[in-house]
């Protein structure tokens, strides 16, 4: 079993950055695949990137590609989302997820494990 403990969000204007840390409990980080997830008030969960477990390909959203960067430190057992270049439409709490699957998926229903999430506001 696996805690996940994110912060790093906030108030930023639009064309702002922010880097969410995502961090991990226990010995076996290297062993999830890990995601962020994004829900807006009234919205689904949306898939927003991913990184898998053994050779940490990445897997991103269109909506976010070429903006925003998922990374994972195994010394610290932490992953991150560094968001660039922000819009409004990217206002949402952010929630970071491991699972235990070899492939990357981008469904909330793969991940097994959930953090409390990060709220994160990019005015105009």
């Known amino acids: 079993q696996v805690q996940l403990v994110e912060s790093g969000g906030g108030l930023v204007q639009a064309g702002g950055s922010l880097r969410l840390s995502c961090a991990a409990s226990?010995?076996?980080?290297?062993?999830?695949?890990m995601a962020w997830f994004r829900q807006a008030p009234g919205k689904e969960r949306d898939f927003v990137a991913a990184i898998s477990r053994s050779d940490s390909s990445t897997y991103y959203a269109d909506s976010v590609k070429g903006r925003f960067t998922i990374s994972r430190d195994s010394a610290k057992n932490t992953a991150y989302l560094q968001m660039n270049n922000l819009k409004p439409e990217d206002t949402a709490v952010y929630y970071c997820a491991a699972s235990t699957s070899r492939v990357v998926r981008s469904s909330p229903s793969e991940y097994d494990y959930w953090g409390q999430g990060t709220q994160v506001t990019v005015s105009s």
């Open positions: 226990g010995r076996t980080f290297s062993r999830y695949a």
